[in-house]
């Protein structure tokens, strides 16, 4: 019978004969093949400073854009937790005060909006579901940490500074986006 993989192997039990029995040819071999390693193209990258060429759809650490006039855009409706299949998204939601009206577009407003990068499976669900165009996955990469807790990004990093816009252009978006 055939198996699924095609790659079943008859074990033998036939004697060892001498050279196999000292296992120097086998040792030769494998030393023979890490030496040809030496001088092959290397694969690794020196990350940070070498950074590698990220395709045009990858999906990277969100953002939550403001508009126009610096108001953010995020209207605590709560979507893209829904959407989200790993639960990364928490928020609370808040109603906007008189005068506040240059800090938010709508009258209710995310006061907390966390995102557990840990959980996070980078799927862009959240940026799908959104009907506000306020959050965004962008072509940054996650910077690494040994801290669990500094894998939960809250406002103050995921909201982008009034006068440091983050481009989303560069990333190529799929589905209802790609016309943004
Ligand atoms: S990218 Fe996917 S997993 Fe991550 S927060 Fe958005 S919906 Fe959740
Ligand atoms: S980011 Fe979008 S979907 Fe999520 S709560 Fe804000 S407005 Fe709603």
Redesign the pocket.
């Given at each position: 019978m055939q198996s699924l993989s095609n790659r079943k192997k008859v074990v033998s039990n036939k004697k060892m004969t001498f050279l196999e029995r000292i296992y120097l040819p086998a040792i030769f071999s494998g030393m023979w093949i890490t030496f040809k390693h030496l001088f092959r193209k290397n694969n690794t990258l020196k990350y940070p400073e070498e950074q590698r060429v990220l395709v045009p759809i990858y999906?990277g650490l969100?953002v939550l854009k403001r508009d126009e006039q610096g108001r953010e855009n995020c209207t605590a409706c709560g979507l893209?937790a829904v959407?989200?299949?790993?639960?990364?998204?928490t928020m609370v939601a808040a109603e906007r005060v008189k005068g506040e009206e240059n800090l938010y577009r709508e009258e209710k407003y995310a006061e907390m909006y966390e995102?557990d990068m840990l959980?996070?499976?980078?799927?862009?669900?959240?940026?799908e579901?959104c009907p506000k165009e306020a959050?965004f996955?962008t072509d940054r990469l996650l910077p690494a940490n040994f801290e669990r807790d500094e894998f939960i990004y809250g406002k103050d990093r995921l909201v982008e500074p009034v006068d440091q816009r983050i481009d989303i252009s560069k990333r190529q978006h799929t589905g209802k986006r790609s016309e943004l």
């Open positions: 999906r969100h893209c959407a989200c299949p790993a639960e990364a998204i995102i959980r996070c499976i980078f799927c862009g669900l959240c940026e579901a959050i996955l």
